[in-house]
């Protein structure tokens, strides 16, 4: 038979595969690891931010406020919010609203890995909710009701 038939639809196959690998998160949020991650350029206190307002744009998309399990992915993370326009920190998803000093994630990931600021968290009247410092990446518990740019973080559609 004609190999060309075949050519085509490997060329097809091949193409459409790498374009949709590269499709798996919408337009505006970053890739990796099989992740979409997306950096607001608006600011919302950290419960507007949150799931739990119905506003929420990581919701809307269906996802939640970032959280950061392991070394590369707050790498990853580091080296974006350093092209961030929005203030001097962004919220992510930990807080440590229902015990004090007891953090968690709210996409309910463990957690294990941390990456605060030096003398953070120290709960200055009262900070609850975490953001990540733009200029060092660090992380620093904050007052929730402070409005900041936030990063949500969702699965790829594979
Ligand atoms: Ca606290
Ligand atoms: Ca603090």
Redesign the pocket.
Known sequence: GNVLPHMLTFLLCCVLSIFSAHSQCQSGWREYENKCYFFSTDTKSWLEANEFYAEAHCTREQGDLLSITEPFEQTFIQALIQQSPTGISMWMGGHDSMTEGGWEWTDGSPFRFIHW?A??????YG?DCLSMLINSGYW???NCEYKRGYICKRRGEK
């Open positions: 600021n003398g953070n968290p120290d709960d200055y900070e620093n518990d904050d």
